[in-house]
C-alpha cells in the first residue's frame, strides 16, 4: 500500500505535469477571436452555455422574415442562434405559375409544408445502383395548405405552382448549413465527354454545349401553359 505521502506526492507530480503548457499562437492564428464573424465565435465556442454569452440581447433569438424578403432563410449565419442546433427554416413564397429548380440539400433533409396555395411535388429519391432503371422510384404529391412532405437528405426534388396565385410555404431543415446543389447545372459543367458518354452518346458535342446555355440562370422556371391560363405575361409575373 502506498502510504498518504506517497499518494500526495504522485498526485502533486500529476498536477505539475498536468499544468497546461505555454500555448505559442500559430501565426495564421493571431488574429483575435472578435475579428471572427458571430457564426464563427458561436461555432469556437466551448460549451452550449458558451454562446449565450455571445448572444446576450433577447432580439437576438428572433429572426424576422419581413426583414429579408430577398435571402428567406434562417441559417446559422443569418440567424446565428441556430449555430448547434443543427437546424434551418424558411419561410418564403413560390410565385404564381413557376418551378423551382430540380435541386437537392447534400446535408439536410427537408420538411416543407403549404401555409397557403397548392404545390405539385415531385422528388426522385436514392435508388439501387444495380437496377436503378428499372426501379428508379419517383414521389409525385399534390399538398396545399396545411400539408407536409419530406425530401429526404440528397434527394432531387421540384415544386410547381400551377395556380395563379402565389403558394406560401415553409421548409424545416435538418442542418444549419443545408446546402443546395442544381442538378442540371452541376451535371452539365462535367467536360463533354463525359456528358456524352453519361447520356449514351445521344447528345452530340455541339448539342451539349446548347443544352449547357439553355439552362436557366434563375432558382425559378415560369411555366407557360400555366400563364396563358391565367392570362399572365411571362415578365409580369
Ligand atoms: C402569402 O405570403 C405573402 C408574403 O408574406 C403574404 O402577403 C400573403 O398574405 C400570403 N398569402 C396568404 C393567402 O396567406
Known sequence: MLSKIAISSLLAVA?????????VPHPMLERSTTELSLTAQLRLADTAAD???LLPKDEDFVFDFN???????????????????????????????????????PRATELFAITSGRVLSEMVPEGGV???????????AEISQGMLTIYPAGSFHTQVNPDCEPANFTAAFTSEDSGISLVADQTFAFSDDVIAATFGQSIAGEDIDKVRHAIPGNMLIKVEECLTKCGKQKRQV
Open 15 to 23: 498536477l505539475v505535469q498536468a499544468r497546461p503548457m505555454e500555448i
Open 51 to 53: 454562446r449565450y454569452q
Open 67 to 105: 426583414k429579408n424578403p430577398d435571402l428567406p432563410i434562417a441559417n446559422h449565419i443569418s440567424f446565428p442562434a441556430l449555430v448547434g442546433s443543427g437546424a434551418s427554416f424558411s419561410l418564403s413564397q413560390l410565385p404564381a405559375c413557376s418551378m423551382s429548380f430540380v435541386h437537392l440539400h
Open 130 to 140: 444495380l437496377d436503378s432503371k428499372v426501379n428508379q422510384r419517383v414521389i409525385r
